[in-house]
């Protein structure tokens, strides 16, 4: 059974920062895709940031460009989200998400995904 795990959400003020985790059981992400999400109620889920199975393709949204980081640790099956200068309009529940096969440059097509965790940045 597949299960992906976030943490590392909470409360922030503007300018500062967070990392998101995300611990993946049942399967080997080097073989994946991965990817991050946003959602906030009323919206559709955004593509954050995704990145191809060896790091060669990558996709991250104008919004958050130089300020976010995707990145993965194989050897712990653990995929991260490095947040600096975190803005208001950066609140959302955020998600990963697994992608089998070739790599989606739309951040489309994610099959396995975890069960949210909370950011919201506010003073």
């Known amino acids: 059974q597949v299960q992906l795990v976030e943490s590392g959400g909470g409360l922030v003020q503007p300018g500062g920062s967070l990392r998101l985790s995300c611990v993946a059981s049942g399967l080997d992400i080097k073989y994946y895709n991965i990817g991050w999400f946003r959602q906030v109620p009323g919206k559709e889920r955004e593509g954050v940031s995704c990145?191809?199975?060896?790091?060669?393709?990558?996709y991250i949204t104008d919004s958050v460009k130089g300020r976010f980081t995707i990145s993965r640790n194989n050897t712990i099956n653990t995929m991260y989200l490095q947040m600096n200068s975190l803005k208001a309009e950066d609140t959302a529940v955020y998600f990963c998400?697994?992608?089998?096969?070739?790599?989606?440059?739309?951040?489309?097509?994610?099959?396995?995904w975890g069960q949210g965790t909370q950011v919201t940045v506010s003073s």
């Open positions: 990145v191809s199975t060896l790091g060669g393709n990558s």
């Open positions: 998400a697994t992608r089998w096969g070739t790599f989606s440059p739309s951040c489309r097509g994610y099959d396995h």
